[in-house]
């Protein structure tokens, strides 16, 4: 196997990943966006912790899945709160700080 | 070798039209299924490189934790469920050619740099020697990572509590 190949798949999981970010509105969405990004640097960690043969990149993927777990329980607790407080889960609308 | 390599390209292809899907669907649950098959067709990459053990934590993290705490988090916010719903905004083609320009540029690079450069184990790496260097060379970062955890609970349960 080419070790191109991992990283340009992972590549493109992160370019549609940014376009995700930037298209939708709904702010679960938004945070599937930001997941598949994370995924796409956990396949480029294995992969080039596959091409050195040691066990490096595997760990560093690990602390990214812990990361994304946090990350992922705090955004929907605030997307939550969003939705509470505004009574819509549509980012367009949390424009509060808008000047 | 050349199994591995019809493997991947099955395992990627879907990715690829999964990962297309959680991005454009109008539907918001059809979204958290997608990105369940990209998880785990990822999951599935990291078992190609002879990497099991952060795979089968992809698999119990994202798929059986991180998904279902998105599927909380639609029916929670009453997500529009009926397909006509409008769930992108007018950014459309700034966003996609932004994208574009970033896969252009990251892949000239990738392919400029490491074209040709083999990858593939002789054997797996065993879960022993991750636990090793977890705990052995990674254990300060190991334990800033719980502590970090901690407070995400925390801050999750003050966030999202009713008062």
């Known amino acids: 196997m080419l070790l191109n190949q991992f990283l340009l798949l992972a590549a493109f999981l992160f370019c549609t990943g940014i376009y995700g970010v930037l298209t939708?509105?709904?702010a679960v969405l938004v945070l599937m966006s930001i997941e598949l990004m994370l995924a796409a640097v956990n396949i480029n960690l294995v992969?080039?912790?596959?091409f050195h043969n040691s066990v490096v990149g595997q760990v560093f993927a690990l602390f990214v899945l812990t990361i994304a777990a946090a990350e992922v329980g705090v955004g929907l607790a605030i997307v939550l709160l969003i939705y509470r407080n505004l009574h819509s889960s549509d980012l367009d609308d949390a424009d509060v700080l808008k000047g | 070798m050349v199994a591995e390599n019809i493997f991947f390209?099955?395992?990627?292809?879907?990715?690829v039209i999964s990962a297309l899907g959680v991005v454009t669907t109008k539907n918001v649950v059809h979204a958290a299924l997608f990105l369940v098959i990209v998880l785990a067709g990822g999951a599935?990459?990291?078992?190609?490189?002879?990497?099991?053990?952060?795979?089968w934590v992809q698999v119990l993290v994202y798929i059986g934790a991180v998904i279902v705490l998105f599927l909380f988090g639609i029916m929670l916010t009453r997500a529009p469920m009926h397909p006509d719903a409008d769930l992108g905004n007018d950014l459309r083609w700034?966003?996609?050619?932004a994208a574009l320009f970033l896969l252009g540029i990251l892949g000239g690079l990738l392919v400029h740099t490491f074209h040709g450069t083999e990858v593939g184990l002789e054997r797996p790496i065993r879960t022993v020697d991750v636990t090793n260097a977890i705990f052995r060379v990674y254990i300060i970062p190991f334990e800033v990572v719980g502590v970090l955890l901690l407070g995400a609970l925390v801050g999750a349960v003050v966030l999202a509590r009713r008062d």
């Open chain 1, 24 to 26: 939708r509105k709904h």
């Open chain 1, 47 to 50: 992969a080039f912790g596959a």
């Open chain 2, 9 to 15: 390209g099955i395992i990627a292809a879907a990715m």
């Open chain 2, 44 to 55: 599935a990459q990291f078992i190609l490189l002879g990497q099991e053990f952060v795979a």
């Open chain 2, 94 to 97: 700034p966003a996609a050619a």
